[in-house]
């Protein structure tokens, strides 16, 4: 069992930056391949970042690459978002999720084991 706990949202202004961080709870957690999804109102959720454990290897969805960036860290069982040059379709609630799989299945919202409630990410224009 993992309870996962996102924090960091806020408002920001196009062309900002934000952090957001995901505590995890379970003795398990360096095992887990984590990952960021975001959903904004009327749209479905969508894949962000995701990062599996062993070996560390990343992905990024394309609207994000080269913006965003998703990194972990074992020892505190958190993963993080950094979110640079924000933009207004940025704007959705974002979810932390750790999932048993490995390789290009965590790039799906489908197989994620575990969720966050969400952390909301506002961007002005």
């Known amino acids: 069992q993992v309870q996962l706990v996102e924090s960091g949202g806020g408002l920001v202004q196009a062309g900002g930056s934000l952090r957001l961080s995901c505590a995890a709870s379970?003795?398990?957690?360096?095992?887990?391949?984590m990952g960021w999804f975001r959903q904004a109102p009327g749209k479905e959720r969508e894949f962000v970042a995701a990062?599996?454990?062993?070996?560390?290897?990343?992905y990024h969805a394309d609207s994000v690459k080269g913006r965003f960036t998703i990194s972990r860290d074992n020892a505190k069982n958190t993963i993080y978002l950094q979110m640079n040059r924000l933009k207004p379709e940025d704007t959705a609630d974002y979810y932390c999720?750790?999932?048993?799989?490995?390789?290009?299945?965590?790039?799906?919202?489908?197989?994620?084991?575990?969720w966050g409630q969400g952390t909301q990410v506002t961007v002005s224009s």
């Open positions: 379970g003795r398990a957690f360096s095992s887990y391949s």
């Open positions: 990062s599996s454990s062993s070996p560390f290897i990343t």
């Open positions: 999720a750790a999932s048993r799989y490995a390789g290009s299945r965590i790039r799906r919202a489908l197989d994620y084991d575990y």
